[in-house]
């Protein structure tokens, strides 16, 4: 049939009424997601996420393994330059890194000790400075409850901040043997990743069909562990420095365990945003713990603010740059589900985690769709600029 009696068919049967086919890119019909796929993924979501609850004591030692082991790599690779046994060089990183973390937790002690025992005083002082905002906010609900049902509630709610101390005491007293076991396994896992990850490699290689594809996994997995490595190095660098900063500037103000503080700052700036506000609400109960007013209570968490943001928006983008920048939306999730996950460790290697997906998105993924996903801006605007030429 020719195209003039296409035409007339089409037109006919249109004004008989009978329905025609919609075009394949019709806007009104929108997007359209078979049903089965949406469930399938929907299904293997929560199945991760039941899975990776139910294999927290397992997963949280290996990935943070793999953490620290890629941080170390860069040391153990120069101690092998200097013709060392690789396994003599990771015993050598690895006990030095113990050393260190002994040291500092034997440094620490005495002070976070103390500072536990001034901590429900500082917590007091809080409640009765806040007291003056409260008390209208109360008579204000108590007498709307009395004009509702007739009567006003005599008990006052208890102290949301005294509870909050006393659950979190509590807790870190029960998973005290658990973080032991944890940090065991993880001391383990670590040295033998350092000692013998070139090994597997070279295993791994061995199984690949063709030399190209050997080629192709030696490349891809040398580059994204040096660019993990040498990202994980400069952000623990940074954390460290920032650290230094704020123990420096509680000291000069006359705050007591500036060191404590300073580490306590260091560590929580792995969980960007969450780590920053609990190390401000730390340092605001130190103000209190050590100042008599209100206003020179906030001057150890404004400090600490103002370092913070010289930090993220100054030093942090200067030395890891563009290459490594993520979505910060995708952050605030990363934080949200590993912390809902994995509690405090989740926090701690959300972002490392994400940054190492990115990576090896960045390598394995030709097309460039999930280093997209991930934050990679500059990747997108070359994949549009190409699609527009």
């Known amino acids: 049939m020719s195209v003039a009696g296409d035409s007339l068919k089409i037109n006919s049967e249109a004004a008989e009424g009978v329905p025609l086919p919609a075009e394949p890119n019709d806007a009104a019909g929108g997007l359209s997601w078979p049903s089965s796929a949406v469930a399938g993924w929907l299904v293997a979501g929560i199945a991760t996420l039941y899975f990776a609850h139910w294999a927290r004591p397992l997963l949280v030692p290996l990935v943070l393994s793999i953490l620290v082991a890629l941080t170390l790599a860069p040391a153990v690779r120069l101690l092998c330059s200097w013709h060392l046994p690789r396994t003599l060089a990771a015993l050598l990183v690895v006990a030095a890194s113990i050393t260190a973390f002994a040291g500092a937790t034997a440094l620490l002690s005495e002070p976070a000790a103390q500072w536990m025992e001034r901590a429900p005083r500082a917590v007091k002082r809080l409640e009765r400075e806040l007291r003056d905002i409260r008390e209208p906010i109360e008579a204000a609900s108590a007498a709307t409850d009395k004009l509702i049902n007739g009567n006003a509630r005599s008990t006052p709610a208890p102290s949301p901040l005294a509870a909050g101390t006393s659950n979190a005491l509590t807790t870190a007293i029960e998973e005290t043997p658990s973080t032991i076991g944890a940090l065991v396994a993880t001391v383990f896992l670590v040295f033998l990743m350092l000692a013998h990850g070139e090994r597997m490699l070279r295993k791994c290689v061995t199984l690949m069909p063709s030399l190209s594809a050997k080629k192709d ?62 190390t401000a609400a730390l340092l605001l109960l130190a103000g209190f713990a050590e100042q008599s007013t209100l206003s020179g209570a906030i001057v150890a968490p404004g400090l600490f603010v103002a370092l913070n943001i010289i930090e993220g928006q100054v030093v942090t983008p200067l030395l890891v740059g563009h290459r490594l920048e993520l979505d910060p939306v995708l952050i605030l999730l990363s934080l949200l589900v590993l912390g809902w996950l994995w509690g405090v460790a989740g926090l701690l290697i959300a972002v490392p985690l994400l940054a190492g997906m990115r990576v090896v998105a960045q390598r394995i993924d030709r097309s460039g769709r999930w280093a997209i996903l991930l934050g990679d801006i500059r990747h997108e605007a070359r994949l549009v600029a190409a699609r527009a030429g």
Do not use: M, W
Request: one cysteine or more; proline letters at 2%; charged letters at 10%.
């Open 217 to 278: 996994l030696v490349s891809v997995t040398r580059d994204a562990q040096y660019e993990l490595s040498r990202y994980l190095l400069t952000i623990s660098l940074i954390n460290i420095a920032l650290g230094a900063a704020t123990a420096a500037a509680l000291h000069l103000i006359g705050i007591k365990d500036a060191i404590l503080f300073g580490c306590v700052a260091a560590l929580l700036n792995f969980a960007p945003y969450v780590g920053a506000v609990v």
